[in-house]
């Protein structure tokens, strides 16, 4: 993100600036070699003009994609870098340095083959000097012809030949302007997809009071498509109903775009194409609160707050006091695991207290006071012991019969009980019901 914003703040401090003085300069000489000889004007510009505008619009045609890679290639090495820095304790007690480091040197490679494409399809731009140096050639053999003549002074020769080697500078610069234009454009747009990810959409939000929409109420996916960019879709063509109550598994490979169907699915993302709707509801036009208290999506990755655990499971969108918070957790079958807290519900828990897995479990807990119509968890037993895994289906089988349950699973066999598998990328839907339970 703050690649793209510096990169638009360079744009717009030096390269703006650059073509407004370039297109300026270049006309007023265009005019002023007009007046000096305006047939020898509009030969040298009917040259010129045609083969030096093709180079530049095929520049500006590959450049789109070009600058697109590289945008993408920078952001995934900066991700790279920010995500080692909290993950560094993990990633070591994983033994996973070596992993982490072939795929931070893969996301390197991009960015140096995404650059070097770059400054190949910039050197398309060095035609421009070969159409140049053809256009002084012949302006020379002219002018002579011209000055033999007696149609054009010795005088007005020289100056025109130098005054065009002028325009010829101005275009260049006007040419490498578009370019960091084109390059700005595609990271505005890069910037305007991270803004729209985000989910800052509510404001248009058209379903806001609570008795709009129901307490429970089926998910219906029709045509869904999104890509994170413009020229790859994650999601293609998805169309799905979930009815309530469902226990839906989704599964598939890293990078099949599971987590992204989550979010969709939770609203944080607005679809390219289709709609996701929640009884009948396209959920892109409901309030955000009010479809985060219908639709709950428990993240792989959990970030509790500092303070007690009774606090940070109090942190849903019911605001539910003391009793309601010890009623879940003995409803969830948590009581023994809060018991094993030196301070059970009272315990401080700050970021590194508790496992992945409690987190989890937190997560889950703080869901149910919620009483979510639909809950998404997103790989939440992958890399969690048994026995918290053990704990969290436990407390997934223990939640409300008519909510609606999605869980992303890496393998499909991690989570037991589901009803139907849902196979991504192909969005491929199976029967399993019936089907003995798997547990981790
Ligand atoms: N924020 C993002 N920006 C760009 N590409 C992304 C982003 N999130 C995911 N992707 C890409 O989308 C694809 C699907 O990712 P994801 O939904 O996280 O898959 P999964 O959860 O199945 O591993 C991957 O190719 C991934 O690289
Ligand atoms: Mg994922």
Redesign the pocket.
Known sequence: MTGEINGLASFAAGTLPDLVTAATVLLLTVVMLALYSWPLTVLLLLAFLPPALLTVRAFHHRAGPVYAEVA?AE??VA?GFAESLPAQEQLRTSGSVPRWLERFARANERLLEAQSVEVRTELRLNRLALIQAGCVAGLLVLSAVLVGRGALSVGAAVVFVLATRDVFHRFEDLAGAIGDAREAQVRLARLL??VR?TGQHGSTGSVRTADALPARGELRLRGVGF???HD?R??DELTLTVPPGERLVVA????????????LLAGLYVPDAGSVRFAGHDIALVDPALLRSRIVLVP?EVHLVDGTLAENLAMSASRPGRAAVERTVELLGLTEWVGTLPYGLDTEVGTRTLSAGERQLVAVARAALTDPAVLIL??ATAGVDRMTAARIEEALAALAADRTLIV?A?RADTIARGRRLLT??DGRLTDIAGETAVRP
Do not use: Y
């Open positions: 993408a952001a995934a991700a997809d991270l990810a890509g994170h960019r790859k994650v999601i598939g490979g890293t990078g099949s775009g599971k987590s992204t169907l989550g979010k792989q997103d790989e992303i890496h991504m990328p």
